[in-house]
């Protein structure tokens, strides 16, 4: 089985910050690796497919990036609704999540 | 647009069947692109896989699960179910169906907490 991890677990960033957050697969999963965002009490929603797609309707401050083990999302610059836990989660087989990264407002 | 709607009892006693229904609005089963699957997520606790179905009855579960799993779809009413046998307390969760496309979940339901306790 292909392990997600996540980094940091947890985030704390101020408005206009530009943040990173890294997931790292068990092994090669080329670019078969999807982010999603979740908001409390709310389903996830589904940010950038095949590491670096942006969804349609997701702000271009959202990016993806990484190739084989090593992925990272970056929100160029924090808005008030980005506050939210991000999961990683590879396509490359049986689907797998990270553990989720909670950003949280300085 | 499609849209998912997940029902079923919230309170399932130990060691019975958790059964929940994911009802597809905005589309029909037959002519989506989506094929089917359900995710679990415990109170604090991060997403589960638990399987997928397509709409002509292929099935794939969750190693983890497998045993307990099994999931039909009802095309007739736009429906897609899921079952869970001998649930315990460690089955307490929100259950969320998804409609995918190569493991990329696309849309998911609002989800629906069932909680395993007698």
């Known amino acids: 089985d292909i392990q997600m991890t996540q980094s940091p677990t947890s985030l704390s960033a101020s408005l206009g910050d530009r943040v990173t957050i890294t997931c790292r697969a068990s092994?090669?999963?080329?670019?078969?690796l999807n982010w999603y965002q979740q908001k409390p009490g709310k389903a996830p929603k589904l940010l950038i497919y095949?590491?670096?797609s942006l969804h349609s309707g997701v702000p271009s401050r959202f990016s993806g990036s990484g190739f084989g083990t090593d992925f990272t999302l970056t929100i160029s610059s924090l808005q008030p609704e980005d506050f939210a836990t991000y999961y990683c989660q590879q396509s490359y087989s049986t689907s797998a999540f990270g553990q989720g990264t909670r950003l949280e407002m300085k | 647009q499609v849209r998912l709607q997940e029902s079923g009892p919230g309170l399932v006693k130990p060691s019975q069947t958790l059964s929940l229904t994911c009802t597809v609005s905005?589309?029909?089963?037959?002519?989506?692109?989506?094929?089917w699957s359900w995710i679990r997520q415990p109170a604090g606790k991060g997403l589960e896989w638990i399987g997928r179905i397509y709409t002509s009855g292929t099935t794939s579960y969750n190693p983890s699960l497998k045993s307990r799993v099994s999931m039909s779809v009802d095309t007739s009413k736009d429906q897609i179910s899921l079952k869970l046998n001998s649930v315990t307390a460690a089955d307490t969760a929100v259950y969320y169906c998804?409609?995918?496309?190569?493991?990329?979940?696309?849309?998911w339901g609002q989800g629906i907490m069932v909680t395993v306790s007698s």
């Open positions: 998804a409609g995918a496309v190569a493991r990329i979940f696309y849309i």
């Open positions: 095949a590491a670096s």
């Open positions: 905005g589309g029909s089963l037959n002519s989506s692109t989506y094929y």
């Open positions: 092994q090669s999963i080329s670019t078969y």
